[in-house]
């Protein structure tokens, strides 16, 4: 009786196996190794000398059945600055088009749409600008989200929805690699007062919907946003922990050429849900964002994209009623962004500058960068975060004392 059993199911798994190695594609296997250091270039209190010393190795697979695709990429680094081994999976999905018109796309992924350059205005998925700030590659910049993409295409316009069953925030500042203002300390702080937040994370009740409707018009492409979740960093403070409260998002956006360049506006409507009067002191206020971008080649080889950002926050008069004189921001933030790309060396020379200056705030911050291919899979890479600012209590000036140079060796295979 036990061999009849065991013989009447090892037929189908041996079909099934037969099955899969006979409609998989070849498995593609890619990676590489890094080596990274940076340290700050002045004393910082409240944090150790170094800004980032790690050593990485990257390796994703991906293969296609029929007409399913799947991809994972993890990640395995070593610490010093935290003293930790660390391991994240930045990719594991399947991707299906059950027909012409529809795009199916499930697991972690990394999202991203929107028409600014290093501006996020409707892309409300998770960001890691601490991974910026203490110059780890660009790429990490956008963390994964876990979540379900679907896209719809017809001849008018295309859709793409996206719901994440579980709040993804953006890798915020905690104090564990950079130090930062604390508004309740009302001083700067890093380790020694390190941030504690309260994300929301029920599964399917805590969750985001992000949609996007888009189109082009002679060329010009536009674009509807939606967001129904959160916000991204924390937004406001409950029994002196952050929290993150409820969020509306509502945009527009544009895009075409113009001129010799490419133009691009984009404009977004932050519904704070639990601070529709402004007269909420614990949470965030609404605010209306507009983005004007430009880029263009300026020379052979030289790319400039230059932007103009404002952050206008409303109710500002009905929120400066229960603030503190020291605690009030100004109503309006603006920020210029210049991005220039120069390639040198028969493009083996890549020059880049990231530069965002605030004359609102009066602060800056600037991220030149210098990279080097030493061969098809060796690249040696250097570069600064250089942080200025009058005040300490403004986004970029929080930062000064965090100022830091890094260089990194990656071999890819």
Known sequence: ??????????????????????????????????????????????????????????GELSAEIDAIEGKYKGDAWSDA????????????????????????????????????DLVFLNDMFPKD???????????????PSDAAK????????????VYTPKFDPDRFVTGEYLSSWNEELQRLA???????????????????????????????????YGYWGFWKQPGGKKSGRAIFPPLHVYGVSARGQV?????????????????????????????????????????KEL???????????????????????DSTRDQDRHVITLQLTKLLMNQNLELTLAAYFSPSDLDAYFRPTCRYTISDRAVLEGGVNLFFGENTDTFFGQFEKNTNSYMALRYSF
């Open 190 to 224: 890093g380790r020694d007062a390190p941030v504690v937040a309260d994300k929301p994370e029920r599964w399917f009740e805590d969750d985001e919907v992000a949609l996007r409707l888009y189109g082009s018009i002679n060329n010009y492409e536009l674009a509807l």
């Open 150 to 161: 679907i896209s719809l295409f017809t001849e008018l316009a295309s859709m793409d929805m």
């Open 1 to 58: 009786m036990i061999m009849v059993f065991f013989g009447s199911t090892a037929q189908p798994w041996a079909d099934d196996a037969d099955f899969l190695l006979e409609h998989l594609s070849p498995v593609e296997m890619h990676g590489f190794l890094e080596t990274r250091a940076g340290i700050r270039t002045q004393r910082d209190p409240h944090e150790q000398d170094i800004s980032v010393m790690e050593a990485r190795f990257q």
């Open 129 to 143: 600008w601490q991974s910026y700030f203490i110059g780890r590659e660009k790429e990490y910049l956008k963390a």
């Open 259 to 299: 001129g010799s360049g490419i133009g691009n506006i984009e404009i977004a409507y932050y519904q704070s849900v639990h601070d529709e009067s402004g007269r909420n002191p614990w949470v965030n206020n609404s605010e209306l964002r507009t983005l004007i971008g430009y880029t263009r080649d300026l020379a």
């Open 303 to 325: 790319n400039a994209s230059l932007q103009y950002y404002v952050e206008y926050m409303l109710d500002y008069d009905e929120s400066t009623q229960n603030l503190a004189k």
């Open 81 to 116: 600055a935290t003293e930790k081994h660390e391991y994240e999976t930045r990719e594991a999905w399947c991707f299906a088009r059950p027909s012409d018109f529809l795009d199916l796309k499930i697991g972690r992924q990394v999202l991203t749409w929107g028409t600014g």
